[in-house]
């Protein structure tokens, strides 16, 4: 028996965390309780813990999914940046350690802006990953039944891997008029430029 993709399950921790760490020490700087200072700080180290279970899983779903273009490039960008953001969660949670252990009534500026850095990074991350199950059906065995047409809904991610791959990706993949003329696996070319 397969196991199903099981990064989708656990991504939704270190996002929401995150999210959530930053908020609560930005409420504690401006109204200086307690209870802002402990709730930013278990979140950030929450988000860590389940964030590296988050890059496990998705490296686990990654090599035993099918990949072909333009899927390889869209999840090794996400990967490197998915690394990235892993590198700075680490950094900024020992710097809230360190702040944690000398007892400072707030968190300082630069850190709540390397953490404003970290919450774009994770919104960019669960929006990119949210784009390559929802508009190209990765890891989904049923497809076509989005509330937009294939083809506009893959010219985002498509777009925005341009960015920075450089390469033009076909969209449609998985639309009826493609699916009906031999399947979407083999005839998705990348181009370089
Ligand atoms: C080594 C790093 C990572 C790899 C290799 C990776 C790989 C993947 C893969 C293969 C998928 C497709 C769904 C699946 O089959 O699991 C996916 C989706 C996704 N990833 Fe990642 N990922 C990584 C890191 C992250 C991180 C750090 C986050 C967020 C903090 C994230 C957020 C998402 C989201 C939101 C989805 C869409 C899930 C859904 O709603 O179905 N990924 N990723």
């Known amino acids: 028996m397969q ?3 099981i990064h989708p399950a656990i991504v939704h921790f270190p996002i929401a965390l995150i999210v959530v760490a930053f908020f609560a020490d930005l409420a504690a700087r401006i109204s200086g309780r307690q209870s802002f200072r402990n709730l930013g700080f278990w979140s ?3 988000a860590l813990g389940t964030g590296v279970l988050t890059l496990i899983a ?3 779903d990654m090599v035993r999914l099918p990949l072909s273009a333009p899927m390889t490039d869209y999840v090794r960008l996400h990967m490197i940046s998915g690394l990235i953001l892993a590198t700075l969660l680490i950094v900024l949670t020992a710097w809230r350690w360190r702040i944690w252990k000398a007892q400072l009534p707030a968190v300082s500026r630069a850190f709540l802006g390397t953490g404003a850095l970290l919450l774009l990074l994770t919104l960019f991350q669960g929006w990119y990953g949210g784009e390559m199950v929802y508009s190209e059906g990765f890891g989904v065995a049923a497809a076509d039944k989005g509330p937009e047409s294939p083809g506009k809904a893959q010219s985002r991610i498509a777009a925005v ?3 920075f791959t450089g390469k033009d990706y076909e969209t449609a993949i998985g639309s ?5 003329t031999g399947g979407n696996t083999g005839s998705n070319k990348a181009t370089n430029h």
């Open 44 to 46: 950030l180290l929450i």
């Open 3 to 5: 196991l199903p993709p």
């Open 176 to 180: 009826p008029a493609t699916t009906q």
């Open 161 to 163: 891997t341009h960015v």
């Open 58 to 60: 998705g490296y686990a």
